[in-house]
């Protein structure tokens, strides 16, 4: 298995992926149909990062950093095949995206959850990530936890 950057062959498993894992524990909000239908429009021209774990050269997970402000980014749409999980390929996919973070000197790397996922924000936890306040700008609906890694 190896962790890739962006490439339009992986495109539809960015949609697919977040699709399924929104559907299984929540629901897609107008917003989540829009950034994945759109991904170089809303990720990775305005300067942001989609990772990809592949196994075979099959997207098998996915994670985002979306460009918030200068230096100020969002750790979002992390999914990983319902056949994978389980495997800690969420995990190699944080820290990829937390060694990436400090590597690129961002100011600042937060992420949106819910506090239902209990496994999720444990592992954001142990990984470091501190809980905030959430703000009233909060783009999800379903989130209710904010979450900021200390660079």
Known sequence: ME???????????FYNLNLQWLETYFYVEAYDR???????????????EIF???QNNTAIGTV??????DGVFELTKM?????????KLGQ???QYCIDFAKENNFKQLYLYSNTKLENAIHIYKKYGFKQV????????KRSNIKMIYPL
């Open 34 to 48: 829009e950034v994945l239908s759109k991904p170089m429009q809303h990720i990775i021209h305005p300067g942001g």
């Open 133 to 140: 306040a959430i703000p009233k700008d909060n783009p999800y």
């Open 52 to 54: 990809f774990i592949t």
């Open 64 to 69: 985002a950093l979306i460009k918030r402000s």
């Open 79 to 87: 999914a990983i095949e319902p056949s994978k999980q389980g495997k």
């Open 92 to 94: 190699q996919l944080l």
């Open 3 to 13: 962790i890739q950057a962006f490439s339009h062959t992986f495109a539809q498993a």
